[in-house]
């Protein structure tokens, strides 16, 4: 144990890029490996070498399928990594919507950059292709929750639900006699569709997410919040464009509209679901019923709500057409794909809304707007923004403050270090001050590159 490591590598000082290496018995796990996203120097880690030789890692823990934690992967593998990717079943299925997509849209946003010239490369490249994806595909295993999985002499580690999404994890890692416990992404005791998170039944050494920890969601009624925004937009004749995770926010939010239909509470606008990859994601939905709170019958009410925009060409028609009506696309934070179309037609219009349906990392055009911005860069130019900006703040998937720490008070014994990770630097001190405050545990917010022994993790 005296040369067990645990080494950040991503998720220190900032909400993106989720990796964690750790290093013992002669064997290098890494826990998740996600994208860097937000400020265009976080952007550039992407581009870096990788901290450790690809080929030199064993093996990959994946807590979910968002991008932060798991969109790194195909250029993990085509750099060099040839181990098994463990994850769950509902995560492998969601990885297999998520990575090709994300490979799809760097390659078009490469392409266009090119043909507009608005790139400083002359011939701009993806960080990886589409075959990139699915080669890092065919590495990927499932296990099920609270199964052991053997990573090599004297390590294991075990999946337990998390909330949050379909099939995240917290993972808990045994080294050599020694605990170690991430989060994860940490759903919420009352998420619209994720049951809550499994209690923290404790471990040597925790790594928490901090994403809302220096926040408290409001007490507000979801259907309240939702149907408010559309009978005022709807009542103006607008367009309502919601900016949302194709994985995860999409079907949360078909679900309360669908919900919000039923009993008459919102006028019977069009609804419109332009994401190929969320259209995909609602029917995985439907075959992993066990692992959320949706019955069979909202399942159908959420698919068959909208109309599904498949094709290039239909997503350019809904640009000519007007309102009222309801257009879900993504990406959530509009870092890329169609929704960026949608800003440029739509948001120039008072009668329209934008509505930020989740959190918005630092350096997105969606933090831009949540601060006030009146215009964003679309396409290398500014596009003026005046349509009405809406911040839902009831359907965030992250624990806030207060769930963060009644969750870690449930613990049988404090661990000997508690690293808070996963936040911007505010929410990730706030959260520490918190834990020390409070439950007088012995915490820390680690740097990038951070390494700390197992044995002594101070």
Request: contains cysteine.
């Amino acid at each position: 144990m005296a040369d067990a490591t645990l080494q950040f590598l991503g998720a220190a000082g900032t909400v993106t890029g989720s990796r964690y290496l750790l290093e013992a018995n002669g064997r290098r796990i890494l826990v998740d490996c996600g994208l860097f996203q937000g400020y265009k120097h976080l952007r550039d880690r992407n581009r870096a070498r990788f901290p450790v030789p690809p080929a030199s890692i064993d093996g990959v823990v994946l807590t979910h399928a968002h991008l932060d934690h798991s969109g790194y992967l195909p250029a993990l593998v085509r750099n060099g990594f040839r181990g098994r990717i463990h994850c769950t079943q509902a995560t492998r299925d969601l990885c297999g919507l998520l990575l090709p997509d994300s490979a799809h849209l760097l390659e078009e946003e490469a392409k266009y950059a090119k043909a507009k010239g608005f790139s400083r490369h002359a011939d701009p490249a993806p960080l990886y292709t589409t075959a990139d994806a699915n080669a890092a595909l065919r590495h990927f295993q499932p296990h099920g929750f609270d199964q052991d999985i053997g990573l090599g002499e004297g390590i294991a580690a075990r999946f337990i639900p998390a909330g949050h999404l379909l099939g995240a994890a917290q993972v808990h890692v045994g080294v050599s006699g020694t605990s170690i416990h991430f989060t994860g992404d940490l759903g919420r005791p009352n998420d619209v569709l994720m049951r809550p998170p499994h209690p923290y039944e404790g471990s040597d050494i925790l790594v928490t997410e901090s994403t809302y920890g220096n926040r408290q969601h409001p007490r507000i009624d979801q259907d309240a919040e939702l149907g408010a925004a559309i009978r005022r937009v709807a009542g103006r004749g607008g367009v309502m464009v919601v900016p949302a995770f194709a994985i995860g926010r999409a079907q949360g939010v078909l679900l309360q509209i669908a919900r919000l239909r039923a009993r008459g509470e919102i006028p019977s606008v069009p609804v419109y679901l332009n994401s190929p990859m969320a259209i995909d994601a609602t029917d995985i939905y439907l075959r992993h019923r066990d692992l959320h709170s949706a019955s069979e019958a909202e399942c159908r009410a959420m698919q068959g709500l909208a109309t599904m925009v498949h094709t290039a060409e239909e997503s350019k028609a809904l640009n000519r057409g007007h309102g009222p009506m309801i257009i879900l696309s993504a990406s959530g934070m509009l870092t890329g794909g169609r929704v960026l179309h949608h800003l440029e037609a739509f948001g120039g219009d008072p009668r329209n809304a934008i509505v930020l349906s989740g959190f918005q990392a630092g350096g997105t055009r969606g933090a831009a707007l949540l601060a006030g911005a009146s215009t964003v860069r679309l396409f290398g130019r500014e596009i003026r923004i005046d349509a009405e900006i809406v911040a839902l703040q009831s359907f965030s998937g992250h624990a806030d403050g207060d769930e963060l720490m009644r969750w870690m008070s449930g613990a049988p014994r404090p661990p000997r270090m508690t690293f808070v990770t996963h936040g911007e630097p505010d929410a990730a001190d706030a959260l520490r001050a918190r834990i020390k405050r409070e439950l007088g545990w012995r915490v820390r917010a680690p740097e990038q590159l951070d390494r700390v022994s197992l044995a002594a993790p101070d």
